[in-house]
């Protein structure tokens, strides 16, 4: 992990932020994205370290590619932004340095089972924070083209761009009611209806429901066009950071389920930011429930999803615990 240089936070505000600085750090996140991705594929259906994180055999596996992908995008992160901070997937859980203004949020290799199973849904997907928000991205994926990959880029007010190309990138509506179209690929878990009351419209309405292991692919697919929409998690900060701005930037819009288990706006992580060790961990700690895709789809959706009042426990103190961490409550003053 890179830790922040020993200087005082310049607190600067989102507004201050030349367009100069966010289009440097959109080319670095970028091009991090793009030669981690390269290596990613160098490796594919090679020899493996492969282990679990949990100690659980074949669970929450991690690579030794994991690890060396996430190593090239901190020494890019360094050459190019060198007074910023990078939060992996693969860092030591046990560290909480103090938050710096810019962190990066990097997942190296998101889908690693996939990977170590020879499927090509995997993606390397690295996004750069100002204070909590999102506000460059980019994301790497195997594709079948004459390169053999596609890279997604966004930064904040620019648009979502497919590297290399001069033809902007946009989510599409599913339909002119905003209802899912059957035959047209979405996303959500198979749990859902623990969680939710899905009512009549959306009754056998959900779309052609395809689910790959890889919530970051899951959101590239949406911001590229190809998916309707996606519900995803419970994940983690490293699933979302980049795939919320590129559907945001594609014209798409972003909802978190709430401790009442409602949809709300969801914008990053700012709320309360501060530049210390709590912040970091709670950034690092978080867990979520998001739907993404196009506007009129995703209020469909979330209009049709109702909390159930009797469902499992477990999801329950997952949802509050996850949402306290995003909407913490204020702290009283002493009466």
């Known amino acids: 992990m890179t830790e922040p240089p020993n200087q005082v936070s310049s607190q600067k505000n989102p507004e201050e932020i030349t367009n100069s600085e966010l289009e440097h750090i959109e080319q670095a996140v970028t091009r991090a994205a793009r030669e981690a991705g390269k290596f990613v594929a160098s490796r594919f259906e090679g020899v493996l370290e492969v282990s679990a994180k949990g100690g659980i055999p074949g669970k929450d596996l991690v690579t030794d590619v994991d690890e060396a992908s996430q190593k090239l995008i901190a020494e890019i992160m360094a050459e190019t932004c060198p007074s910023h901070m990078l939060l992996g997937e693969e860092d030591p859980p046990d560290e909480e340095p103090a ?12 889908g690693t089972t996939n990977f170590v199973n020879s499927s090509v849904v995997h993606v390397v997907s690295v ?20 390169d053999g990959f596609l890279v997604m880029r966004a930064r904040s007010g620019n648009g979502t761009w497919m590297d290399g190309s001069h033809d902007r990138v946009r989510v599409h509506p599913a339909s002119d009611s905003g209802a899912p179209v059957p035959g047209v690929l979405s996303a959500s878990p198979g749990w859902l209806r623990r969680m939710f009351d ?6 056998g309405n959900f779309g052609e429901n395809r689910i790959g292991g890889s919530a970051c692919y899951e959101q590239f697919m949406v911001a590229k066009g190809s998916m309707q929409y996606s519900i995803t998690g419970f994940a983690r900060t490293w699933d ?9 930037e594609a014209g798409g819009k972003v909802l978190a389920v709430n401790s009442n288990r409602n949809f709300e706006e969801f914008g990053g992580w700012g709320q309360n930011y501060a530049n210390d060790p709590a912040t970091y961990g709670r950034l690092r700690k978080w867990r979520g429930l998001l739907l993404l895709g196009a506007p009129a789809t995703v209020e469909f959706v979330a209009a049709n999803l109702k909390p159930r009042n009797s469902w499992n426990a477990g999801l329950l103190g997952r949802v509050r615990s996850a949402a306290g961490r995003l909407f913490p409550s204020p702290r009283r003053r002493p009466g």
Request: aromatic share 12%.
């Open 240 to 248: 979302f950071a980049a795939g919320i701005l590129l559907v945001k």
């Open 99 to 110: 938050a710096a203004d810019w962190i990066w949020i990097v997942d190296p290799v998101d």
């Open 127 to 146: 996004a750069a924070l100002f204070r909590g928000v999102p506000v460059a991205a980019a994301m790497w994926i195997p594709w079948p083209n004459n």
């Open 198 to 203: 899905v009512r009549e419209p959306l009754k």
